[in-house]
Structures are given as structure tokens and as C-alpha cells.
């Protein structure tokens, strides 16, 4: 499997942020330098960013680890990660 297939770990926490109302693309490589949001790094490889909508303000768990069954949102899958520590 080529590396470019997997999203890249950002981080092992989740990204909170009180979040204006818009669209946001949240990165799903994990290779943006700008986390959690896209910023075009995906274009070598297969991963496509997330687009969502937020209605109104908010405070937003926004997934690093790009695990989460729930994207862009945070499950909490990084726990399951080597290096997770409480």
C-alpha cells in the first residue's frame, strides 16, 4: 500500500474550536499545515477534504487523528492510538 493512501495522524487530541457559522473543508489527509482545515496538501494523494457546513456558532471537536467514523468530528478514535496518554 503507497504511503499516500493513508491519512497522515495530526494529532492525538481533538482540535477545539469555537467555530462562526460557514463552510469549512476539513483536512482528511492530515497532511495540511494548517489543522484541521485543508490546505491542498492532499493533491499527491487519493484523499479528497471534507466539506461541512456549521450553522451556527459553535464549539466544534474537530478530528486530528483522521480516524474518526464520524468526519469531521471527533470520536475519540485516537485513543486507540500508540502514544495516546490521558
Same mark, same amino acid.
Given at each position: 500500500m503507497d504511503h499516500r493512501d493513508k491519512p497522515v495522524v495530526a494529532g492525538l487530541r481533538s482540535i477545539k474550536l469555537d467555530t462562526e457559522p460557514g463552510t469549512y473543508l476539513w483536512c482528511a489527509c492530515g497532511r495540511s499545515k494548517?489543522?484541521?482545515?485543508?490546505?491542498? +496538501?492532499?493533491?499527491?494523494?487519493?484523499?479528497l477534504p471534507f466539506r461541512v457546513v456549521i450553522a451556527e456558532k459553535q464549539l466544534v &471537536?474537530?478530528? +486530528?487523528? &483522521?480516524?474518526? &467514523?464520524t468526519p469531521p468530528f471527533c470520536d475519540h478514535s485516537h485513543r486507540d492510538l500508540p502514544g495516546y496518554s490521558k
Open positions: 494548517g489543522q484541521p482545515f485543508c490546505d491542498g +496538501s492532499h493533491r499527491e494523494t487519493g484523499f &471537536k474537530w478530528c +486530528s487523528c &483522521k480516524l474518526t &467514523k
